[in-house]
């Protein structure tokens, strides 16, 4: 399961820039990637692990503007399709897992 979280926050005044850049922060603090620079996405192995990481953005989320937050199985992420540059790239992969015992 991934999550992405999108997010439209206003950047006009110098507050709000600074707000938006600690909300971003906070967003790769929490292990999430930039995809483009309101859209994060972090790999949360299954949709059960996913609550922590909303009831968190929830407490973080500035009081201005608009965050949405949608979840992808790994076959629906996996057919993304990338253009960068008139370039096709692939999706991140799932990262490797750790097993603890």
């Known amino acids: ?3 992405i ?5 206003p950047v006009m005044a110098p507050v709000e ?10 967003l790769l603090d929490q292990g999430f990637e930039m995809s483009q620079f309101s859209v ?5 192995g299954d949709r059960s692990r996913t609550a922590p990481y909303v009831k968190s953005i929830r407490q973080n989320a ?5 965050i949405s937050i949608l979840f992808f199985t790994d076959k629906q992420f996996a ?6 540059n008139y370039t096709t ?13």
């Open 5 to 9: 979280v999108m997010f439209d926050l």
């Open 1 to 3: 399961m991934w999550m």
């Open 62 to 66: 500035p009081k201005e503007g608009k």
């Open 17 to 26: 820039r600074k707000i938006a850049t600690k909300f971003r922060n906070f």
């Open 89 to 101: 790239h692939p999706p991140s992969e799932n990262p490797n897992q750790l097993l603890l015992l």
């Open 79 to 84: 057919e993304i399709i990338n253009i960068q």
């Open 40 to 44: 994060y996405f972090r790999f949360c």
